[in-house]
Structures are given as C-alpha cells and as structure tokens.
C-alpha cells in the first residue's frame, strides 16, 4: 500500500508498464508471484485418459478407446477413491521433473459411461470422491487381452512412459472378461508406494529362490 509517485505513473505509461501494489509485505509478494507465473508459462499438454487418485498415487489410465477407463474409474470412486480428470487430462510440467494433472474447466467433475451418458461425480458421490488436481506418480496402461502375447509376470524390470520429456512409471495391465481391474489398480498403487519406501517383493521372490534349490528347479 505504498504510495505510487508522479514521476512512477509518468516513467510506466511511457514505455507502457504496468505497476503492481499490494498490502503484502515484499517477500511474500515475490513467492506467491513466481509462483502464480512458473504455474502459468509451465510447458502444458493434453492427452486422452483418465486420471485418478488411489491411495494418495496419482494415476493417469490410458488406453485405446472403449477398453473400460471411465468404467473402472467409476469403480474406484465407487471404492473410496477420487476421480481428477475423464476422457481428457491437462499435464503441466512444474519444477522441472514434477508433472501436475487437472481436468479442463468444461470436463471438471464430469465422467461418461457408454449407455448411461454424462454423470456428475460431484454430484452423485459428494465433494470427497473429486479433486480438482494431483502430482502424477505413475502410468497404468489399458491393452485388450492377446492370447499369444506375453505378458511379465515378475516384473524385475520398471517400464516408464514419457510425458513432457519426464519418464513416469508405467504399468501394462491386460483386460480380458472376469479381470477385476479395480483391486488391480489399487494393487498396483500399494506395490509402487512399496517400491517408493526401497521394498521389491519381485527381488524378495527372487532370493528367496536362489535359497530353495528345490522351487528353483520348478520356475
């Protein structure tokens, strides 16, 4: 609330700059401001997907059209858990490594399941079941069952998906009739808050063989 002078006023209309005043003390200012800008001018795309939160992991799903994404999004917030963004998901790139999803304004609480149509998440299941934002922790990817295709099953080795030029971790789920992709998914978030605390149950496995010649010789 400082005053701003003549000469202040005169100096910004003529090279056409714009002056600021706040009540705000002078550091407080400056952090919320570069704040507010790194928010704005961070590198931004959109990707078709959906994006939930499980367990505190934010989880963007993707996957071919009508492989079940809204579907089994449903069922997590239908379990306890929040739904963030359905069909389109908008990523910023924040402090170099750290990629933040939303929905765009128009889609904001909005989900759509084939043959019932449009539904309000907010709406249906309470303030609780939605968030307006999360920090994307990993991928878990959608793919139709395929008889011949093989599939990892101890996964020693972490896959990663690039966004904005930031590798996340990614996790190949097959969909086929009776898989119930929900618990899947809230495994997965389980196994990869493991992974974050330096615990790996496939290693575990692992040596655990190494010390059993005789379950060795049947793997």
Do not use: C
């Amino acid at each position: 609330n400082l005053e701003v002078f003549d000469e202040l006023l005169e100096s910004a209309k003529k090279h056409n700059r714009t002056i600021l005043r706040t009540s705000l003390h002078t550091t407080t200012m400056m952090n919320k401001l570069i704040s507010y800008l790194d928010d704005k001018l961070a590198p931004t795309i959109r990707i078709h997907g959906t994006l939930v939160e499980v367990y505190g992991i934010g989880i963007f799903i993707s996957g071919t059209s009508g492989v079940g994404k809204s579907e089994i999004a449903l069922e997590l917030v239908n379990r306890g858990h929040r739904l963030i963004a359905d069909d389109l998901v908008e990523i910023k790139q924040i402090e170099g490594e750290r990629l933040i999803g939303s929905a765009p304004e128009i889609l904001r609480h909005f989900i759509e399941i084939r043959g019932i149509g449009i539904l309000d998440v907010k709406s249906l299941y309470g303030v609780g079941a939605v968030k307006n934002h999360v920090d994307i922790n990993m991928v878990i990817e959608l793919e139709r069952w395929e008889e011949n295709k093989h599939y990892e099953r101890l996964a020693l080795d972490t896959q990663y998906s690039e966004i904005i030029e930031v590798s996340i971790p990614k996790v190949t789920i097959p969909v086929s009739p009776g898989r119930n992709l929900s618990i899947i998914i809230e495994t997965a978030a389980r196994n990869f808050r493991e992974k974050v605390m330096g615990y790996n149950p496939a290693n575990e496995f692992l040596e655990r063989l190494k010390d059993n010649p005789l379950l060795n010789e049947d793997f």
